[in-house]
């Protein structure tokens, strides 16, 4: 007991050094899970088992007041009205999340506290504090101590939406939020590239297509140019071949603080549409998920769909390293069950991660989905 006390205080320590500015990261240690996930049974445990301590916390958030926030979140202020509506959205999800993961729920079966619909997975979560198998101990001090991090990224998020907007939510169902893969369907996605030749764009090819997947890559303009004066579009259309191509913007720059975002819209939209013609997607990420509250008139007329995702590697971010970023991923496949990953291939993370995901989950009935197929029709 001593040890899981003093397991648990490092995790806070470890937490706190994380911490820039307003976020901390959070990173959970998946080796102390003590039950493999390659099996659809052995996922649903560790699913169900990550849902009731992300739900636990989710509770508990619900005593917190606006002035609490301020202070947990280290903001100015906090949009009540969002923070209650994007809480009530994840009830939701986890709630069906969990009683698809209930199916094998049986006499022996651990992580059953709830009965189907979601009130009784509501008062399930709140009472959760953990099981009395001693197995499962090490895993939960540190599970806690992650999505309580983990919650306080998204709920920073859901109080500055919609001032600032980002992938916490949508303004409408033009919007891709990444939660339309169907359960165990996940779709990954590459942001910021391409890289110069023989850079982290080839090397994450290259690590796709040895694995037999393909991927989203949203181009960013000035980078694609820079590409296509070393390359001709045809030889670049080799590079990303098989693959899925859509836009992240001219520059990296935020929506609300670009008076002319329309044009990084359409220059970068129409520079892949011209040159890689093969694996062009209508398909616009905005920077950081930031785009303006009335943009759905513009995307809708320009037939292009705003992309976010639901699941952030945090693959950018220089105090994560690459281990911590596919424990993260994992965590969060088994917490929301489905979705869209967030990668960067500008950086060597996803390298080494995604094999890793690959293999944890073999057997699990997790699908990777062929980038063609998204959105679902
Ligand atoms: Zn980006």
Not at 28 to 34: G, I, N
Not at 132 to 146: G, I, K
Not at 211 to 239: D, E, I, K, V, Y
Not at 274 to 302: C, E, H, I, M, W
């Amino acid at each position: 007991m001593r040890k899981a006390v003093l397991v648990f205080l490092l995790m806070c320590l470890a937490g706190a050094a994380h911490a820039v500015g307003p976020s901390a990261v959070a990173a959970p240690d998946r080796s102390l899970w003590p039950d493999p996930v390659d099996s659809t049974a052995g996922f649903d445990r560790a699913s169900r088992a990550e849902m009731l301590v992300f739900a636990h916390e989710l509770a508990a958030s619900e005593k917190l007041t606006d002035a609490d926030l301020i202070d947990a979140l280290k903001i100015k202020q906090v949009d009540h009205a969002s923070v209650e509506a994007i809480r009530d959205m994840y009830w939701k999800r986890l709630a069906s999340g969990y009683a698809i993961a209930s199916a094998h729920c049986g006499a022996q079966e651990v992580f059953c506290p709830a009965g189907a619909d979601e009130a009784a997975f509501r008062k399930a979560a709140t009472a959760f504090v953990g099981i009395s198998d001693a197995r499962y101990q090490a895993w939960y001090q540190n599970d806690v101590t992650f999505h309580r991090v983990y919650l306080n990224e998204l709920l920073r998020l859901a109080a500055l939406f919609p001032r600032v907007s980002s992938e916490v939510s949508t303004f409408s169902d033009h919007e891709l939020s990444g939660n339309e893969p169907p359960d165990r369907h996940f779709l990954l996605t590459f942001d910021d590239g391409p890289t110069r030749a023989a850079g982290n764009t080839d090397k994450t090819l290259a690590m796709l297509r040895e694995a037999h997947l393909n991927a989203t890559f949203f181009t960013l303009g000035g980078n694609l140019q820079n590409r296509l004066q070393q390359a001709s579009p045809a030889s670049l259309g080799a590079t990303y071949a098989g693959m899925c191509v859509g836009a992240h913007g001219w520059e990296h720059k935020s929506h609300s603080s670009m008076p002319d975002w329309q044009d990084s819209v359409t220059r970068s939209i129409a520079l892949v549409h011209d040159n890689l013609p093969a694996s062009f997607v209508p398909l616009f990420r905005p920077p950081y998920g930031q785009r303006k509250s009335d943009s759905d008139a513009f995307f809708t007329d320009a037939r292009l769909r705003v992309t976010l995702w639901n699941i952030d590697s945090q693959d950018w971010n220089n105090k994560v390293d690459a281990e911590q970023v596919k424990q993260r991923v994992l965590a969060l496949m088994l917490l929301w069950r489905h979705g869209v990953i967030l990668f960067h291939d500008i950086h060597p993370k996803a390298q080494v991660a995604v094999p890793w995901l690959l293999q944890q989950t073999t057997g699990s009935g997790v699908t990777w989905l062929d980038c063609h197929a998204y959105p679902p029709a």
